[in-house]
């Protein structure tokens, strides 16, 4: 008989984890407490518009082409990718606007229109960002990450220092290129990491060779095309998806997890368990104390990534001078870093983002209109109030009419706000944190939350908040990471 695995959330990490199970032989289960699969990455309809709840940015395609090569299958099997160019706009000021090309010898000439005589610093940038990308690829975020150990190969130490673990990205960056535009576009990637550019190690500058040189891509019909992807390949590997079935308890005796409850008292046995959801939630909510792996003071020191407030947005017009994904960095970066990190508030002056993927995809909104996905980055752990949403409001709509040179306020005709409160009541997301646990130095690789659980044997974990980090790419990593460590063990 095969052994039954109940995975907990279905989200990447848990769709990832599953399908490898089932690929594996095992018999799984997942249980979702929404109605709908894909977590974060949920996608739902209003008036006609479509909306990706979460990830806009297709990066790292390699990733999930690996992902689906593993069953024998292609991401184009299941979704049209295509390359997006520009890749992006950044918005300076009024009139004021970078386009960033997809292809390599615009973005050289453009970086020379900016800062001239940039261009061999922008290759000198690039190849070591892909050294860091191929080394951390191969050597680093596929490992489970149990003690220091499994770093200590002489290949891994001695990449250590070319990876730059121990500089900071802003003063790698700053030490190549002096143009403040340039310097933003390049630190922009990590702002999203859980800290500043100052605090984040040069290691990262592998996202620019993902962002430059891998490209930005965008599956037709929305990012939630992957999920949908997902879950039908999860089924092909015969997965059961329950959705709606939220988990309140794991029954756990003898050091193992025995029985999964859910909201309505269903029972489901389990010969391991994998927890997909947010990790802190399973960890202190889902088990009896004495069963956790943390306590809540070891939780409380965690440094989150941030969270965000999110727009969703139908408009009855099309809009000038926008892209597919637009950054608006008109005011200071860094000042706007340091209240989602320093001292976390909510921040004065915001950088903001619009995704606007009816620029590339008819089928998101209806002839004629915009499908506007507006995100401000802000500090986990916020008050978060109708008042404080509507002053947001006000605030970036005002600055991307000024910025884009047109009224867009007017032609709103559907709008839903989306903040901590509901990152709380829709994930069980631990201090309304969007984007898991950040990637310091200090939570990196095993210095992580465990992906096993020290005091039940068959319970494992997986997601965003353990190894190898955020994001939709080291989701994937993160359930396939797991589903070996399982086999490996119980087969
Ligand atoms: C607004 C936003 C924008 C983002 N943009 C990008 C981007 O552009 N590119 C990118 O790569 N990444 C992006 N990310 C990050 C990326 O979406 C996440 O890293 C990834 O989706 C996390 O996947 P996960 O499986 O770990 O967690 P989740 O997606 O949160 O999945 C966990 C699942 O567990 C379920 N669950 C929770 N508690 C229970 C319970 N008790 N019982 C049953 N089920 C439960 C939840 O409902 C959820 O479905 C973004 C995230 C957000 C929020």
């Given amino acids: 008989m095969a052994k039954k695995v109940v995975v907990i959330g279905a989200g990447f990490a848990g769709l990832s984890a599953a399908s490898n199970l089932a690929a594996a032989g095992f018999d799984v289960t997942i249980l979702e407490k929404n109605t709908v699969p894909g977590g974060r990455a949920r996608q739902y309809t209003a008036g006609g518009f479509v909306f990706d709840m979460g ?6 395609p390699d990733v999930f082409e690996e992902y689906f090569a593993r069953f024998g299958k292609k991401a184009s099997d299941y979704y049209e990718l295509i390359r997006l160019d520009p890749s992006y706009v950044v918005h300076f000021g009024p009139g004021d606007r970078l386009d960033i090309p997809a292809n390599m010898s615009d973005l050289e000439s453009m970086f020379e229109s900016v800062e001239p005589g940039s261009v061999p610093k922008l290759r000198e940038f690039l190849r070591e960002a892909e050294y860091k990308y191929r ?6 975020v596929h490992k489970p990450s149990h003690s220091i150990l499994e770093f200590m190969d002489w290949r891994i130490v001695s990449s250590l220092f070319r990876l730059q673990m121990f500089t900071s990205i802003s003063k790698h960056i700053r030490r190549l290129f002096r143009s403040e535009k340039l310097i933003q576009l390049l630190e922009f990637p990590v702002l999203f990491l859980g800290a500043t550019p100052q605090k984040t190690p040069a290691l990262y500058s592998l ?3 993902a962002d430059m040189a891998l490209g930005t891509w965008y599956p037709m019909g929305g990012m939630y095309k992957i999920v949908e992807g997902m879950v039908s390949l999860a089924t092909e590997l015969g997965v059961r998806l329950e959705l709606g079935q939220e988990v309140r308890h794991i029954a756990a005796a003898d050091g193992m997890a025995r029985v999964v409850v859910t909201h309505d008292g269903r029972e489901y046995p389990a010969d391991i368990v994998v927890g997909a959801a947010d990790y802190h939630h399973i960890d202190t909510r889902l088990l009896d104390a004495g069963q956790r792996n943390y306590s809540a003071r070891y939780w409380e020191s965690r440094t989150m990534a941030p969270s965000c407030l999110l727009y969703y947005l139908g408009v009855k017009k099309r809009l000038q001078n926008i892209r597919h994904h ?5 005011e200071d970066f860094s000042r706007h870093a340091r209240d ?3 001292s976390p508030k909510w921040p004065e002056k915001p950088l903001f983002y ?3 993927p009816s620029q590339t995809d008819p089928t998101v909104a209806p002839e004629g209109c915009e499908n506007l996905f507006v995100l401000i980055p802000v500090a986990p752990g916020l008050e978060d109030s109708p008042a404080i949403r509507e002053h947001y409001y006000d605030l970036v709509m005002q600055r991307l009419e000024t910025l884009t040179g047109q009224s867009v306020r007017d032609a709103v005709v559907y709008r839903r706000d989306f903040a901590h409160a509901d990152f709380v009541s ?3 997301a631990f201090k309304g944190n969007a984007y898991g646990l950040a990637n310091t130095l200090m939570q990196t690789a095993f210095l992580k939350p465990a992906l096993k659980s020290k005091r039940v044997r068959n319970l494992y974990y997986t997601g965003q908040l ?11 990593i993160s359930g396939q990471v797991v589903a070996q460590e399982i086999a490996q063990h119980w087969k």
């Fill in 55 to 60: 990830p806009s940015w297709y990066w790292m």
């Fill in 135 to 140: 080394v951390g690829m191969r050597e680093f």
């Fill in 207 to 209: 996202m620019n060779y």
């Fill in 326 to 330: 637009n950054l608006f960095f008109d």
């Fill in 340 to 342: 989602i990190y320093e």
């Fill in 354 to 356: 619009v995704c606007a």
């Fill in 426 to 428: 829709e994930y069980h």
């Fill in 466 to 476: 353990t190894v190898p980090g955020p994001g939709v790419p080291p989701s994937l």
